[in-house]
């Protein structure tokens, strides 16, 4: 049993726009950052799991976590803008 992850909504409304995909097989462990932009608010991050294959191993299935860092240097995602 796959423990059931939050959709793309949730994450949108948390401020995050991107998703790390890991492959399945952790010897491997390819993955690869991507917009979340694409899927639909009520899609959850476990149904897309098993479509993706690995491009590294060629495995099916996958890890999808949130990023949290899509998009924002560091200074920004620890709350400093230094713009100099
Ligand atoms: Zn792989």
Redesign the pocket.
């Known amino acids: 049993m796959r423990p059931q992850k939050i959709t793309f909504g949730d994450m949108r409304e948390a401020g995050i726009r991107g998703v790390l995909v890991w492959?399945?097989?952790y010897?491997?462990?390819?993955s690869v950052a991507l917009s979340a932009d694409r899927w639909a608010d009520d899609v959850r991050l476990s149904d897309i799991e098993p479509r993706f294959v690995?491009?590294?191993?060629?495995?099916r299935g996958a890890e999808v976590r949130p990023d949290f860092n899509w998009g924002k240097p560091i200074v920004s995602a620890m709350g400093y803008r230094n713009m100099t």
């Open positions: 492959c399945a097989d010897r491997c462990s390819h690995c491009s590294a191993c060629g495995k």
